[in-house]
């Protein structure tokens, strides 16, 4: 355990009402937080996870962000999620008890370490806590699907669109502002995430910038017209 980081808990996380989608009583977080570890943070490019690796931990970002990707049998990537402050990484393994994907720091990650056994054992004894893992499992099943339903039939502005726009919805839910933020991954993530290419990432993102629906600069990202961005998505 990290000695700069042994002294957080659960308690005073201030993420822990979003990977713990609905607060435990007192006594249920003390004993969650006796079976957490805080480990050293990752570097931009470290990887978390990786595909066919045996399932250990769960983990719960406390800072900074990760992607999650796949790679087909040529090596191609195709990510399939990004993570932020407050979600939990390693659901994918539940299944059969390995990792189906990758998972790699976009930039300086702080963790949480989740042992499973402890945790399988812990929720054994506490109802409640059994009851919100499969709510946080569920909800993350969910917003998978409904992505891949948001983004089908979606021109290429309606994608990019509705991604900074959950984007937006995500930072101010973690008590972040939702109107200017930076983005962690590169355009050539986002392509890939969104079925789109570098350059038609970069083309709309001068278009919206030249209309006023944006300011773009570098990765700093500032939402101009709200009601603008959610009519370009289709909203």
Same mark, same amino acid.
């Given at each position: *355990?990290?000695?700069?980081?042994?002294?957080?808990?659960?308690?005073?996380?201030?993420?822990?009402?979003?990977?713990?989608?609905?607060?435990?009583?007192?006594?249920?977080?003390?004993?969650?937080?006796? $079976?957490?570890?805080?480990?050293?943070?990752?570097?931009?490019?470290?990887?978390?996870?990786?595909?066919? /690796?045996?399932?250990?931990?769960?983990? /719960?970002?406390?800072?900074?962000?990760?992607?999650?990707?796949?790679?087909?049998?040529? &090596?191609?990537?195709?990510?399939?999620?990004?993570?932020?402050? &407050?979600?939990?990484?390693?659901?994918?393994?539940?299944?059969? &008890?390995?990792?189906?994907?990758?998972?790699?720091?976009?930039?300086?990650?702080?963790?949480?370490?989740?042992?499973?056994?402890?945790?399988?054992?812990? /929720?054994?004894?506490?109802?409640?806590?059994?009851?919100?893992?499969?709510?946080? *499992?569920?909800?993350? !099943?969910?917003?998978?699907?409904?992505?891949?339903?948001?983004?089908?039939?979606?021109?290429?502005?309606?994608?990019?669109?509705?991604?900074?726009?959950?984007?937006?919805?995500?930072? /101010?839910?973690? &008590?972040?502002?939702?109107?200017?933020?930076?983005?962690?991954?590169?355009?050539?993530?986002?392509?890939?995430?969104?079925? !789109?290419?570098?350059?038609?990432?970069?083309?709309?993102?001068?278009?919206?910038?030249?209309?006023?629906?944006?300011?773009?600069?570098?990765? !700093?990202?500032? $939402?101009?017209? !709200?009601?603008?961005?959610?009519?370009?998505?289709?909203?």
């Amino acid at each position: *355990m990290a000695s700069l980081t042994s002294h957080i808990h659960c308690q005073d996380c201030s993420m822990s009402s979003l990977c713990i989608a609905q607060p435990l009583d007192n006594d249920s977080m003390v004993r969650l937080d006796t $079976i957490i570890q805080r480990r050293k943070p990752l570097q931009k490019r470290d990887l978390l996870t990786t595909a066919g /690796a045996p399932l250990q931990f769960l983990y /719960a970002v406390r800072s900074g962000s990760l992607k999650t990707y796949t790679l087909d049998d040529k &090596g191609v990537e195709q990510i399939i999620d990004f993570h932020l402050p &407050g979600d939990l990484v390693g659901f994918d393994a539940l299944a059969d &008890g390995h990792h189906r994907s990758f998972s790699q720091a976009l930039e300086t990650t702080m963790l949480c370490e989740i042992p499973v056994q402890s945790l399988d054992d812990l /929720a054994s004894q506490m109802p409640t806590l059994r009851k919100q893992m499969m709510k946080l *499992m569920s909800s993350e !099943l969910f917003a998978s699907k409904q992505l891949l339903g948001d983004l089908n039939n979606r021109s290429a502005q309606q994608r990019l669109a509705h991604f900074l726009l959950t984007l937006s919805q995500r930072f /101010a839910e973690r &008590g972040l502002s939702g109107k200017s933020f930076r983005l962690t991954m590169t355009r050539a993530d986002i392509g890939n995430y969104l079925g !789109l290419s570098v350059e038609t990432i970069s083309r709309i993102l001068s278009a919206l910038q030249t209309d006023g629906t944006l300011a773009v600069k570098n990765k !700093l990202v500032e $939402i101009r017209s !709200l009601d603008q961005l959610n009519s370009l998505a289709g909203h």
